[in-house]
């Protein structure tokens, strides 16, 4: 699998941060696996770049019950939590 976006959308919040509009220590990055980089043994890119392999919608389902999990954590603990930050462990 590849990661490009992840490492663009990485850059961008970074600059964000730089120019004191996002807070990079509040970034969650969440990842599904959704299909592959490279064919398996006799298919071609091209038929793998352009077929369903069938990955995706569960790779949308898994992200939202990970990430439904994980806000409403943050929502619940927002007051007692996460308002103010966790401090960095060294």
Request: aromatic share 8%; glycine share 10%; hydrophobic share 40%.
């Amino acid at each position: 699998m590849t990661a490009e976006e992840d490492n663009a959308t990485l850059e961008a919040l970074l600059r964000a941060t730089l120019a004191g509009l996002v807070d990079f220590s509040r970034i969650i990055v969440m990842r599904s696996g959704s299909d592959f980089d490279r064919p398996p043994p006799g298919m071609s890119a091209y038929d793998n770049l352009f077929s369903d392999a069938g990955g995706f919608e569960p790779s949308l389902i898994n992200l939202y019950n990970v990430g439904s999990l994980i806000a409403q954590g943050i929502v619940d603990g927002w007051d007692t939590t996460f308002e103010a930050g966790i401090p960095r462990k060294s």
